[in-house]
Nanobody, 130 residues
Framework: QVHLVESGGGSVQAGDSLRLSCVLS????????MGWFRQTPGKEREFVAS????????YYADSMKERFTIDRDGARNSVYLQMTNLKPEDTAIYFC???????????????????????WGQGTRVTVSS
């Protein structure tokens, strides 16, 4: 079974940077598109970024495009989210996801109704203080 484990979260001050990691096991990493989402209490899980199977294409929510970067390392079966100039509104639990189709990449159609098709990690918490 596919298993995802996130790490790298923590408590930082506004303007700081963090690099989140997610390791996939139990499957062929190269067969999965990968993504990052975040969620705060009382809100729907929000798309952050995604990356294609080979890493050649990346996609971002408009509000994150200038500050966040997603990449992947096939040798480590890992996907990363580099976050810079963090703001208090970035405080959330960040979740890693994997999908063996292109649903994570067609971001204009990426609605919560599709989330059940994805593999999910347990999340890593990011807290940004002003």
């Amino acid at each position: 079974q596919v298993h995802l484990v996130e790490s790298g979260g923590g408590s930082v001050q506004a303007g700081d940077s963090l690099r989140l990691s997610c390791v996939l096991s139990g499957g062929d990493f190269s067969s999965f598109a990968m993504g990052w989402f975040r969620q705060t209490p009382g809100k729907e899980r929000e798309f952050v970024a995604s990356i294609s199977w080979s890493g050649g294409s990346t996609y971002y929510a408009d509000s994150m495009k200038e500050r966040f970067t997603i990449d992947r390392d096939g040798a480590r079966n890992s996907v990363y989210l580099q976050m810079t100039n963090l703001k208090p509104e970035d405080t959330a639990i960040y979740f890693c996801s994997a999908d063996n189709s292109d649903r994570l990449l067609a971001v204009e159609y990426l609605t919560p109704s599709l989330y059940k098709y994805f593999h999910w990690g347990q999340g890593t918490r990011v807290t940004v203080s002003s």
